[in-house]
């Protein structure tokens, strides 16, 4: 089976722009959640999708959004990006309450 | 209010060494889970071992095995005959299992350990 696939794997977006980031699960997962992994606040969740539907929310703004799509695959949105947004993100896929696995993460860098 | 502490930065032990990863949570759920991950510097996230606040015996995956005191809300790992590739970061992680948590996961701040030769 193919793992979790993130693209894009490296992203440069300057300050105030926007960026789409994909999330392509495991074959037969249904659960799609993506987290922020930052040197100062660690691994952040940022919220979950299950069947198209978010399911859990993390604590981050309104600029973080995401959609899951009738085959599971999955975006997460930023907005008006800022330097602070600087970070790994990673996708997540599980078949349900099982271990989370997890894609090789998309690097953004806002300057 | 952080609910996973792992309160050792670095680790250090010699190949074919055991070495223990300390871990310890905060939750006032009776049902939860407890997970540890494997982070090398090429940044993908691996699982390596899982166990439920119901089970009794502790978790065994080759030779990670799992440390789980209950009363003491620790969650230790243990890895038998360290080898070299297994230089990383490590992350405990607990999901509570109430309707609204989902599968969302709340992370320890990482253990990085070197194996040397």
């Known amino acids: ?111 | 209010a952080q609910k996973i502490t792992q309160t050792q930065p670095g680790m250090f032990v010699q190949e074919k060494e055991a070495v223990t990863l300390d871990c310890t949570y905060d939750t006032s759920d009776q049902s939860y889970g407890l997970f540890w991950y494997k982070q090398p510097s090429s940044g993908e996230m691996i699982f390596l071992i899982y166990q439920g606040s119901y089970d009794e015996q502790n978790a065994t995956e080759g030779r990670y095995s799992l440390n789980f005191q209950k009363a003491r809300k620790s969650a230790n790992l243990v890895i038998s005959a360290s080898q070299l590739g297994d230089s990383a970061m490590y992350f405990c992680a607990m999901r509570e299992d109430s309707n609204q948590a989902g599968t969302a996961l709340i992370f320890g701040k990482g253990t990085t350990l070197s194996v040397s030769s």
């Open chain 1, 1 to 111: 089976k193919a793992g979790v696939t993130q693209t894009p794997r490296y992203l440069i977006k300057t300050r105030g722009q926007q960026v789409t980031l994909s999330c392509s699960p495991i074959s037969g997962h249904r659960s799609v959640s993506w987290y922020q992994q930052t040197p100062g606040q660690g691994l952040q969740f940022l919220f979950e999708y299950f069947s198209e539907t978010q399911r859990n929310k993390g604590n981050f703004p309104g600029r973080f959004s995401g959609r899951q799509f009738s085959n599971s695959r999955s975006e997460m949105n930023v907005s008006t990006l800022e330097l602070g947004d600087s970070a790994l993100y990673l996708c997540a896929s599980s078949p349900g309450n099982s271990p989370l696995h997890f894609g090789n993460g998309t690097r953004l860098t806002v300057t």
